[in-house]
């Protein structure tokens, strides 16, 4: 079982669309969620952390985890296409000391 | 402006040559970091330092090596063990001390072998 799983994608949506993107992870321990954006053959850029239970919002952006569950997802709301991309996620491992990357979870949306 | 510098943004390997790829941030970061990105893959941690004069190996680190003389540096090089070294290698830095430190990336080297 990988340490962070994301489904590949690509995930199509539509302009204006909601896109649910989706993360489980293994470390029952770990404290810090992480997603990021990363364009294609640009650096990663990070838009959202989360650390406790519950949703956390941030303009069109609302990150969602659950520690009993393992599973950790991010929204975009009112989609644009600027917003495709593939976005990652990343989990801090128990101990602190380094994140562990899902492979990511590729966004079209469409005009 | 503050921030993490890699260079060069592209290189090329030949066959049987060592190369170090730079990475300089000023943010003051105690710790740094190396991916190596493939092709549709994710992330994977080549090495990670902590502290000046202190690294620690990552799940990849078979084919590099790395130094941390300076805060502010952590310069990568891939070795002629390295085989398969054609990949996107990402720096990235963040605060020590709590488990809410996101990392920063610089914008990447991309390595090719001729």
């Known amino acids: 079982q990988k340490e962070v799983e994301q489904n590949s994608g690509p995930l199509s949506v539509p302009e204006g669309a909601i896109a649910s993107l989706n993360c489980t992870y293994s470390d029952r321990g770990s404290q810090s969620f992480f997603w990021y954006r990363q364009y294609s053959g640009k650096s990663p850029e990070l838009i959202m952390f989360?650390?406790?239970?519950g949703d956390k919002e941030d303009g069109r952006f609302t990150a969602q985890l659950n520690k009993a569950s393992q599973y950790v997802s991010l929204l975009i709301r009112d989609s644009q296409p600027s917003d495709s991309a593939t976005y990652l996620c990343?989990?801090?491992?128990?101990?602190?000391?380094?994140?562990?990357f899902g492979t990511g979870t590729r966004l079209l949306v469409s005009p | 402006d503050g921030g993490i510098t890699q260079s060069p943004k592209y290189l090329f390997r030949k066959e049987g040559q060592n190369v170090t790829l730079s990475c300089e941030q000023n943010?003051?970061?105690?710790?740094m970091y190396w991916y190596r990105q493939d092709p549709g893959q994710g992330l994977r941690l080549i090495y990670y330092?902590?502290?000046?004069?202190?690294?620690q190996k990552g799940d990849i680190a078979e084919g590099y090596s790395v130094s941390r003389e300076k805060k502010e540096s952590f310069p990568l090089t891939v070795t002629s063990a390295q085989k398969n070294p054609t990949a996107f290698y990402l720096c990235?830095?963040?605060?020590?001390?709590?488990?809410?430190?996101?990392?920063?990336f610089g914008d990447g080297t991309r390595l090719s072998i001729l």
């Open positions: 990235a830095s963040s605060i020590t001390g709590t488990e809410y430190q996101p990392q920063h």
């Open positions: 943010l003051n970061h105690d710790a």
């Open positions: 989360i650390y406790s239970n």
């Open positions: 990343a989990v801090m491992n128990t101990g602190f000391q380094k994140l562990v």
């Open positions: 330092s902590q502290i000046v004069n202190d690294f």
